[in-house]
T-cell receptor, first 114, second 116 residues
Framework: GNSVTQMEGPVTLSEEAFLTINCTYT??????LFWYVQYPGEGLQLLLK?????DKGSNKGFEATYRKETTSFHLEKGSVQVSDSAVYFC?????????????FGTGTQLKVEL | DTEVTQTPKHLVMGMTNKKSLKCEQH?????MYWYKQKAKKPPELMFV???????INESVPSRFSPECPNSSLLNLHLHALQPEDSALYLC???????????????FGPGTRLTVL
């Protein structure tokens, strides 16, 4: 089957620290990979994506590289801000007979403190 | 307009009530989705509509009844819910139901449902 494994949270960092949130996946076929962010009380927003091996997705200072050899898609940011505090979900998408299905990881809560 | 809107924002209902959740998008998307999200958990897919036809039902109990009256609107009708159905209900849309690289899902802010 298809699954996504993320590191357990919460992750607590000081402002301007370096962030890594690990994500590995198992998939039948060739998935597209995504990071979604959910701020408190809100829905999910697409943060970045990659559709093939060695693609790097980037947005708002966040980056993740699709590594097929290690089946990973780790999220990184060089200098976090308090406003980055949120829950981050890694997800994969496969094409099924019924359509466009996302498989999510369990989510990692990030808390950034001054 | 790249927005998915959902109403109401909050809903409290009794186990004997009938209520509906509404989702709307004006991006010309032809696939729409309902997800259920419990606290501190990822979203779980419930239903997918593609070109106004139900294409995926993830074995959801019949007390949840989806409806897609047109390509911009998606409803979720609720009847005889249980307290364990309390959750955040998220709607999403995408260009269509295929898996092309352009076909990301856009999520609405959700309806926070409490069943008493």
């Amino acid at each position: 089957g298809n699954s996504v494994t993320q590191m357990e949270g919460p992750v607590t960092l000081s402002e301007e620290a370096f962030l890594t949130i690990n994500c590995t996946y198992t998939a039948t076929g060739y998935p597209s990979l995504f990071w979604y962010v959910q701020y408190p009380g809100e829905g999910l927003q697409l943060l970045l994506k990659a559709t093939k091996a060695d693609d790097k997705g980037s947005n708002k200072g966040f980056e993740a590289t699709y590594r097929k050899e290690t089946t990973s898609f780790h999220l990184e940011k060089g200098s976090v801000q308090v406003s980055d505090s949120a829950v981050y979900f890694c997800a994969l998408r496969i094409l099924t007979g019924g359509g466009n299905k996302l498989t999510f990881g369990t989510g990692t809560q990030l808390k950034v403190e001054l | 307009d790249t927005e998915v809107t959902q109403t109401p924002k909050h809903l409290v209902m009794g186990m004997t009530n009938k209520k509906s959740l509404k989702c709307e998008q004006h991006m010309g998307h032809r696939a729409m989705y309902w997800y259920k999200q419990k606290a501190k958990k990822p979203p779980e897919l419930m239903f997918v509509y593609s070109y106004e036809k139900l294409s995926i039902n993830e074995s959801v109990p019949s007390r949840f009844s989806p409806e897609c009256p047109n390509s911009s609107l998606l409803n979720l009708h609720l009847h005889a819910l249980q307290p364990e159905d309390s959750a955040l209900y998220l709607c999403a849309s995408s260009q269509d139901g295929a898996g092309g690289s352009y076909n990301e899902q856009f999520f609405g802010p959700g309806t926070r449902l409490t069943v008493l």
